[in-house]
């Protein structure tokens, strides 16, 4: 795909640049996370990140666009979610088109099978091609982990958060859809605790991004959901968490005075950022995503963007 067919992103204000674009010719492009590629240290440097340089060059990592693939209308064209009416031939042929620009072939992906929960699961060469290639045994899956090189973890996103690790010293990863129910519940604090019974893994040794999602201003939601927040975070709104929506002018047919009109914005990203400090993941080795999914809604799929009339993204980690 040509540079020139890319529509301009539109980065989060005040993040840190942690996202590039990578446009190989004649592929389709993939966004890469700047803290977790083979930068040299002057790179590093530049860019005003912490990277030690190469630790993680062990992984290939990629999160997919909208872009270079085949499937039409509101999937178009790079699609991956597979419960919405997009043909299964396209979504593969897709994972194949996508495992050509990262270099892992399709046979060697699991896909999650997400459905709000926090279940983890350990895959190994048993589970390769799961989900993609041929069926999968397992359900309700909301993360998965592996220390087995070649084994290509993906999981489905279009607003909710997806959660990258790796552990730099057992060589082990993880990567976690976490919505708002996985955030509140906790996937992230599930995912580390996984990894260190399986693995040994110190979370001290944990590098994490978290990945494209929704952003707090396209991110509203009720009471009902501000109140399971406010429960977990006592702080939500000192830490920016939750933000209260001025409702000046708004329901103003509704005189009875209750906070059930009350609207807030979410922002889940910051909320996963807690989790992974309360979870012993250092803070200088967590970094965030400066894009949103429904601020680019030509270049990445959102649920809220489109009102649900869309296709899915896709995270993929795997060790080499
Ligand atoms: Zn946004």
């Not at 067919?5 to 993939?30: Q, S």
């Not at 178009?76 to 997009?86: L, P, T, V, Y």
């Amino acid at each position: 795909m040509d540079k020139a067919d890319i529509p301009k992103i539109k980065y989060i204000e005040g993040r840190e640049r942690t996202t590039e674009l990578v446009c190989i010719p004649g592929k389709a492009p993939f966004i890469r996370f700047i803290p977790f590629s083979n930068k040299t240290k002057s790179e590093a440097e530049n860019t005003g990140l912490t990277i030690e340089s190469g630790a993680c060059d062990f992984v290939i990592h990629g999160f997919s666009t909208r872009l270079g693939g085949v499937s039409e209308g509101i999937f178009s064209s790079m699609n991956f979610a597979s419960n919405r009416g997009d043909a299964p031939e396209n979504i593969l042929e897709n994972f194949r088109i996508m495992g050509e620009s990262l270099g892992i072939p399709a046979e060697s992906m699991v896909y999650a099978k997400q459905t709000h929960t926090i279940n983890v699961l350990h895959v190994n060469e048993y589970n390769k091609g799961m989900g993609v290639t041929r069926e999968r045994d397992f359900n309700d899956i909301d993360a998965l982990v592996t220390d087995t090189p070649g084994v290509c973890l993906v999981a489905g996103f279009a607003d909710c958060i997806p959660v990258f690790f790796i552990d730099t010293k057992r060589k082990a990863i993880g990567l976690a859809h976490s919505g708002w129910r996985g955030t509140v519940n906790d996937i992230i604090y599930e995912t580390v605790k996984k990894m260190s019974e399986l693995f040994g893994t110190d979370p001290g040794d944990i590098r994490a991004f978290v990945g494209p999602g929704i952003c707090a201003e396209h991110y509203e939601v009720g009471n009902d959901v501000a109140d399971e927040f406010k429960n977990k975070y006592p702080d939500a709104e000192k830490m920016g968490i939750l933000r209260k929506k001025d409702n000046t002018g708004i329901d103003s047919g509704n005189m009875s005075g209750g906070s059930s009109g009350e609207k807030y914005y979410l922002d889940l990203t910051l909320a996963c950022r807690d989790n992974l400090i309360n979870t012993g993941v250092p803070e200088d080795k967590v970094f965030l995503s400066d894009i949103c999914t429904c601020c680019n809604p030509e270049l990445l799929h959102s649920h809220r963007f489109t009102k649900g009339q869309r296709g899915g993204l896709c995270g993929f980690l795997m060790i080499r």
